[in-house]
């Protein structure tokens, strides 16, 4: 599933691939703008590496494995931005929570991650 595919379904704000540095690919949005866009890739590649440098320490420490980091997702009250990794690259979605389940996010990314050339 393509973004533009995927911001044409009730909740969904904007979506988006792009590359662990947090560079944009391409994104379609109801309201993001471009610099927007930019920003929220570059925030998703940051949260992304953050989390994937903690996974790594945590699995070496720990012994429990938790990398790599597939899937983060970052709830607010009302709005959520959900990423999905592969080794292709980096979909993200922004969403309202109200209007669109858990379920449904994982159909959605798990369609683009696999939609990444």
Request: charged share 20%.
């Given at each position: 599933m393509?973004p533009?595919?995927?911001i044409?379904?009730?909740?969904i704000?904007?979506?988006g ?12 949005s ?6 927007q866009a ?9 949260v992304?590496?953050l989390?994937?440098?903690?996974a790594?320490?945590?699995s ?7 990398d790599?980091?597939k ?9 959520a931005?959900?990423l999905?990794?592969s080794?292709r ?13 858990k379920?449904?996010?994982?159909e959605?990314?798990e ?7």
């Amino acid at each position: 599933m393509k973004p533009g595919e995927a911001i044409k379904i009730r909740g969904i704000i904007g979506a988006g691939i792009f590359d662990v540095s947090g560079r944009l690919i391409t994104y379609n949005s109801k309201t993001l703008t471009p610099e927007q866009a930019d920003s929220t890739a570059m925030l998703c590649g940051t949260v992304y590496n953050l989390i994937g440098s903690i996974a790594s320490l945590y699995s070496r420490f720990c012994g429990l494995r938790m990398d790599p980091v597939k899937r983060i997702d970052i709830y607010s009250s009302d709005f959520a931005i959900s990423l999905m990794c592969s080794s292709r690259g980096c979909a993200g979605i922004i969403y309202n929570v109200n209007e669109i389940g858990k379920e449904k996010v994982e159909e959605l990314l798990e369609g683009m991650v696999e939609s990444i050339e």
